[in-house]
T-cell receptor, first 109, second 115 residues
Framework: DQQVKQNSPSLSVQEGRISILNCDYT??????FLWYKKYPAEGPTFLIS?????DKNEDGRFTVFLNKSAKHLSLHIVPSQPGDSAVYFC????????FGTGTSLTVIP | KAGVTQTPRYLIKTRGQQVTLSCSPI?????VSWYQQTPGQGLQFLFE???????NKGNFPGRFSGRQFSNSRSEMNVSTLELGDSALYLC??????????????FGPGTRLTVL
């Protein structure tokens, strides 16, 4: 049973525009959420995280929003750059890490 | 500080064989987790080791096993390989498991192909 879901397998955005990647989870006990970025032939690299006591966390061009009542989080990338083209995984921390299936982002120059 | 290393990077086996994959965590990290990544399934948690003890296990058959050594290096073994075991196997290390700042750092993965 997939406890963390990313319903959009792919997303294309023009360079300079905003990219919004979405993630839903089912377990209300999750208290820590992370986003990872993965390039081909490399392992995922940590991007940004958020604790359940917050609803927003910002790091440069990357902002993660958490809506606990909707069990939804999103990653905003502004402005999007071609180097952001990668697969993005969201993850939730419980007794283990639960990962979504990933969203492939393509930023078009 | 050196990152997480995994060997080998690529492996081709045939059905029924067994395979052993190796992972060396970041120096000082005591927790090692293993994941299987297949298209459309994301990263599926296999198991986690901390100080040579398996702390958590995912929903995989007993053909998948692992161990951790005193230097925190870890191995995972898959016996009686099936075609469906073809995947990217990722290892991740973290310093401590359970805290809000416990970020996992991933290795590049081992690409296993079962023919």
């Amino acid at each position: 049973d997939q406890q963390v879901k990313q319903n959009s397998p792919s997303l294309s955005v023009q360079e300079g525009r905003i990219s919004i990647l979405n993630c839903d989870y089912t377990n209300s006990m999750f208290d820590y959420f992370l986003w990872y970025k993965k390039y081909p032939a490399e392992g995922p690299t940590f991007l940004i995280s958020i604790s359940s006591i917050k609803d927003k966390n910002e790091d440069g061009r990357f902002t993660v929003f958490l809506n606990k009542s909707a069990k939804h989080l999103s990653l905003h990338i502004v402005p999007s750059q071609p180097g952001d083209s990668a697969v993005y995984f969201c993850a939730a921390s419980g007794n283990q890490f639960y990962f979504g299936t990933g969203t492939s982002l393509t930023v078009i120059p | 500080k050196a990152g997480v290393t995994q060997t080998p990077r690529y492996l081709i086996k045939t059905r029924g064989q067994q395979v052993t994959l190796s992972c060396s965590p970041i120096s000082g990290h005591r927790s090692v987790s293993w994941y299987q990544q297949t298209p459309g399934q994301g990263l599926q948690f296999l198991f986690e080791y901390f100080s040579e003890t398996q702390r958590n296990k995912g929903n995989f058959p007993g053909r998948f096993s692992g161990r951790q050594f005193s230097n925190s290096r870890s191995e995972m073994n898959v016996s009686t390989l099936e075609l469906g075991d073809s995947a990217l196997y990722l290892c991740a290390s973290s310093s401590w498991r359970g805290g809000p700042t416990d970020t996992q750092y991933f290795g590049p993965g081992t690409r296993l192909t079962v023919l």
